[in-house]
């Protein structure tokens, strides 16, 4: 699962609305549906925010709980 989707999936998972997670990030609405639109990424202070929202380590949110190691063997 790539980022986006990821963003996307774990808000559903914790049955927010997008203006429901915005306001847990003190961001707008339309940031947010742009990040899970693929318009644009959040920053790394936002990315920690988001994983911190979801209570996930950085790994599973970015990596989609893989582990560093896999992705450097290929």
Do not use: C, H, Y
């Amino acid at each position: 699962m790539e980022f986006i989707e990821k963003i996307k999936s774990l808000r559903l998972k914790n049955n927010l609305t997008q203006e429901e997670f915005a306001s847990k990030l003190n961001v707008t609405r339309q940031a947010a549906s742009n990040w899970e639109n693929n318009r644009n990424l959040p920053d790394i202070e936002m990315i920690i925010s988001i994983a911190s929202v979801f209570e996930i380590s950085l790994d599973e949110l970015i990596l989609g709980g893989k582990n560093m190691n896999d992705i450097t063997k290929n």
